[in-house]
Antibody, heavy 122, light 109 residues
Framework: EVQLLESGGGLVQPGGSLRLSCETS????????MSWVRQAPGKGLEWVSG????????YYAGSVKGRFTISRDNSRNTLYLQMNSLRAEDTAVYYC???????????????WGRGTLVTVSS | EIVLTQSPGTLSLSPGERATLSCRAS???????LVWYQHKPGQAPRLLIY???SRATGIPDRFSGSGSGTDFTLTISRLEPEDFAVYYC??????????FGQGTKVEIK
């Protein structure tokens, strides 16, 4: 059974940093691109960042480019999101999502975690 | 960036009724690159439809998708109690600017 479990969320002050992790199991992790998608309180889903299966290519939404860094450790079947210079508008539930198609360009997502809450507030 | 606009914002229906959800794109999308998700509070989103009209694994046939160009539709033929949720469309034809619609909430009338 495919499982994705996010961790690392919490309360952080504006300008602070946080690192999210997503531990996965039940599939060949390196064979799939992965993404982070977030949902701010009362809002819809927003794609944040994606990474190819080999980690050779990374992609970012304009709202986080230069502040967030996505990475993966295929030996540990784990996806990461390093978030720096956090702002109040980054407050959201962050979901880890597995691509349906394969290892190349992120596209759409057939498995998701339950999310981890990040709150940016003083 | 392709903007997806979903309508209506909220759909109030009774179990057994038909639900028709709309997703309109600000520019043409290849039909291969339009998907639909179901999302319930506190749960992981669930892929329903990919490629405009193909049901994902395990999705019942009361869910169907259609459309082309800039106009796409998700139809739930007969609402079951477990279908009351928020539904999102998403496009991935404009990479790397993958975008979601703002969602349609299907609530019990």
């Amino acid at each position: 059974e495919v499982q994705l479990l996010e961790s690392g969320g919490g309360l952080v002050q504006p300008g602070g940093s946080l690192r999210l992790s997503c531990e996965t199991s039940g599939f060949t992790f390196s064979s799939y691109a992965m993404s982070w998608v977030r949902q701010a309180p009362g809002k819809g889903l927003e794609w944040v960042s994606g990474i190819s299966g080999s980690a050779g290519s990374t992609y970012y939404a304009g709202s986080v480019k230069g502040r967030f860094t996505i990475s993966r450790d295929n030996s540990r079947n784990t996806l990461y999101l390093q978030m720096n210079s956090l702002r109040a508008e980054d407050t959201a539930v962050y979901y880890c999502a597995k691509d349906r198609l394969g290892p190349y360009l992120p596209s759409h997502f057939d498995r998701w975690g339950r999310g981890t809450l990040v709150t940016v507030s003083s | 960036e392709i903007v997806l606009t979903q309508s209506p914002g909220t759909l109030s229906l009774s179990p057994g009724e038909r639900a028709t959800l709309s997703c309109r794109a600000s520019q043409r999308i290849s039909s291969n690159y339009l998907v639909w998700y179901q999302h319930k509070p506190g749960q992981a989103p669930r892929l329903l439809i990919y490629g405009t009209s193909s049901r994902a694994t395990g999705i019942p046939d009361r869910f169907s998708g259609s459309g082309s160009g800039t106009d796409f539709t998700l139809t739930i033929s007969r609402l079951e109690p477990e279908d009351f949720a928020v539904y999102y469309c998403q496009q991935y034809g404009d990479s790397p600017g993958w975008t979601f619609g703002q969602g349609t909430k299907v609530e019990i009338k």
